[in-house]
């Protein structure tokens, strides 16, 4: 039986405190994982404070990594459902699912303060033993006192948790109006989460905005505050395949490399947003989307990548925005910027495409000396990888595959 615990809340945003709660209860009740279990924005609700589920979940992903514990996860179980969910049915459907788990539910000091207000506590007792984290100013002995008259309440058992006094002293409210008042970094905020908020102007904070493109370290903390660990990762390996090809076909301009280099540490800026919150920016920016693009939404982050690119980034190298407007799908006559973003994109050494009809490794090896040939040889691949999962190929990819087929037909003559 495994010992689970839950901790639900808005998270709005997260912050260390959170941090220390669950360190302290996995450790004290030894607890195998720990779920932070974010709420859903309930409709309708004049709560303006109250940033999107989107932002929510991905701010907790944040704090999670920063905690460097693989039994430290995210459950999306109430989002999913969306609007209000009570403690009691979450609880009744994770029993459910998983009945061979034993259930802790964490909850602040302030909570247990009005637990008779919530729905049905009976049913939260009987389902999860209650671990009270105590609210700010809260005596180990008055947490003690209370969870026990709780108990003789309500039934099951209240557990105290013990935390670091600073800690108590951490909360959203305070961050939040730490925030509205203009404060830039205010206490109890982890490094990626206070840069998420920054770059999206959540808050009420001012939007972290480069009128030029920042230096390698700075774009590499935006990149690292926005895209997951696996998405970073491949990000730096196509940065790192375009500097070497950058190199290798600079045709003596001295700043080429480095150009293609930030194409590929942009190409992708765009891929963390979901598919809704990808086609409502591009609704909100004016980027006007094809049909295709709004039935296979995974195309859009190239365009608004390259949005992004300039209005986020600084970036105002029109060859390197295309290069990252292009780096999905490509076009004809490609400069070779473009085409190096594009293949980088498909060989960087993270990936493995091992039914390729084009053996990544013949690929790596074609691009140092014929880049139209290594071209070719990604573009079928995708074509026939799209085709053999029955995807819809774009216009775009077809285009290119045209252009460079003939192309190639034509050298060959
Ligand atoms: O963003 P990446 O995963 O690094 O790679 P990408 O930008 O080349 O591709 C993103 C997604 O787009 C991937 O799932 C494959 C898909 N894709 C590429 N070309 C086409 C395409 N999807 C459709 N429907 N049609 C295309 O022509
Ligand atoms: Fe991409
Ligand atoms: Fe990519």
Request: glycine share 8%; with cysteine; aromatic share 10%.
């Amino acid at each position: 039986m495994s010992r689970i615990g839950i901790f639900g809340g808005s998270f709005n945003p997260p912050h260390k405190a959170h941090r220390a709660i669950v360190r302290a209860v996995k450790e004290q009740y030894d607890l195998d994982t720990v779920y932070f279990l974010p709420s859903a924005k309930p409709p309708h609700k004049s709560n303006d404070e109250m940033v999107s589920d989107d932002h929510r979940f991905r701010m907790v992903r944040f704090l999670i990594d920063s905690m460097d514990d693989d039994d430290v996860k995210i459950s999306d179980f109430e989002l999913k459902k969306g609007g209000i969910s009570y403690t009691h049915e979450t609880l009744e459907s994770w029993k459910n699912n998983y009945p061979g788990d034993e259930l802790f539910f964490i909850m602040g000091g302030d909570s247990l303060e009005t637990f008779d207000t919530w729905r049905e506590p009976e049913k939260i007792t009987k389902y999860a033993t209650l671990l009270v984290v105590p609210r700010m100013g809260m005596s180990d002995s008055e947490l003690e006192k209370l969870c026990k008259n709780r108990s003789k309440q309500f039934g099951g058992s209240f557990l105290p948790v013990k935390i670091k006094s600073k800690y108590s002293l951490i909360s959203s409210t305070v961050i939040r109006k730490k925030f509205a008042d203009g404060i830039d970094m205010p206490e109890g905020i982890s490094r990626r989460v206070w840069r998420y908020i920054r770059l999206h102007g959540l808050y009420g904070c001012e939007l972290l905005k480069y009128s030029k493109p920042p230096d390698h370290k700075e774009l590499r903390w935006c990149l690292k505050s926005t895209l997951r660990p696996k998405r970073l990762k491949h990000t730096i390996g196509v940065a790192e395949t375009a500097q070497m090809l950058g190199n290798l076909y600079s045709n003596g301009e001295a700043t080429f490399a480095w150009r293609a280099e930030l194409a590929g540490m942009l190409h992708d800026c765009a891929k963390y947003y979901s598919d809704n919150e990808q086609i409502a920016l591009c609704d909100e920016y004016g980027i006007e989307l094809t049909k295709t693009e709004r039935e296979n939404p995974s195309l859009i982050h190239a365009k608004l990548g390259a949005y992004l690119a300039r209005e986020r980034y600084g970036v105002n190298d029109e060859e390197i925005l295309s290069a990252i407007r292009l780096h999905t799908v490509g076009k004809p006559d490609m400069t070779t910027l473009e085409k190096i973003i594009y293949i980088s994109d498909y060989i960087e050494p993270g990936r493995d495409i091992p039914t390729a009809l084009h053996p990544l490794k013949v690929i790596r090896e074609k691009v140092r000396h014929d880049l139209d040939g290594a071209l070719i040889d990604v573009v079928e691949n995708t074509i026939e990888y799209l085709g053999n999962s029955g995807r819809v190929i774009d216009e775009g990819s077809l285009d290119t595959w045209k252009y460079y087929s003939q192309k190639k037909g034509q050298d060959y003559d």
